[in-house]
T-cell receptor, first 112, second 115 residues
Framework: AQSVTQLDSQVPVFEEAPVELRCNYS??????LFWYVQYPNQGLQLLLK??????LVESINGFEAEFNKSQTSFHLRKPSVHISDTAEYFC??????????FGTGTSLTVIP | DTGVSQDPRHKITKRGQNVTFRCDPI?????LYWYRQTLGQGPEFLTY????????KSRLLSDRFSAERPKGSFSTLEIQRTEQGDSAMYLC?????????????FGPGTRLTVT
């Protein structure tokens, strides 16, 4: 079975500062990788995904994640965070879209 | 499309009772997933369907848990003889086999409290 490790449970960061949320997964076989976001009092939403191709994937709101196969990592980054980015972020891995394994989440708090 | 819906949103039950939750996926989505989420944890995969076929159920938490999707549309998750440890948020998600594949759309969840 796969496992996903999100190394930081809470990340406070000042507005307009850069942020990196770390994610490592257990398997070196082909996997699909995802980041989901959960804003306060809302459901989970897909932020971005890696299925194949370019190892750098981007979301429409300025986040990006890089798939690093040798380090089995899929860290999420944003060069300048906004207050509205305050949310819980979950990393997930899937074996071809069948079973999904989620990390325990990272709570990002953006400080004005 | 109104997205994935779940009913009820909240359920309080006494230990030993049976409960059933319903999930209505996005209409054209053929895959439907059930998860459990407890406080401070990420969603924990339970089972999934492709159309009416349940393709993975080994990760259902015990034989007290069962799920159905009889006509390939809505699904139900039943927990028999509930225990206090079953208290959690139960999430449903759906996805399409057409591009963009593997994008799961989550419902708002059903919060179960077992007293």
């Amino acid at each position: 079975a796969q496992s996903v490790t999100q190394l930081d449970s809470q990340v406070p960061v000042f507005e307009e500062a850069p942020v990196e949320l770390r994610c490592n997964y257990s398997s070196s076989v082909s996997v699909y990788l995802f980041w989901y976001v959960q804003y306060p009092n809302q459901g989970l939403q897909l932020l971005l995904k890696y299925l194949s191709g370019s190892t750098l994937v981007e979301s429409i709101n300025g986040f990006e994640a890089e798939f690093n196969k040798s380090q089995t990592s899929f860290h999420l980054r944003k060069p300048s965070v906004h207050i509205s980015d305050t949310a819980e972020y979950f990393c997930a891995v899937s074996d071809a879209g069948n079973q999904f394994y989620f990390g325990t989440g990272t709570s990002l708090t953006v400080i004005p | 499309d109104t997205g994935v819906s779940q009913d009820p949103r909240h359920k309080i039950t006494k230990r030993g009772q049976n409960v059933t939750f319903r999930c209505d996926p996005i209409s054209e989505h053929n895959r439907l997933y059930w998860y459990r989420q407890t406080l401070g944890q990420g969603p924990e995969f339970l089972t999934y369907f492709q159309n009416e076929a349940q393709l993975e159920k080994s990760r259902l938490l015990s034989d007290r848990f069962s799920a159905e999707r009889p006509k390939g549309s809505f699904s139900t998750l039943e927990i028999q003889r509930t225990e206090q440890g079953d208290s959690a948020m139960y999430l449903c998600a759906s996805s399409s086999r057409r591009p963009p594949k593997y994008e799961q759309y989550f419902g708002p969840g059903t919060r179960l409290t077992v007293t």
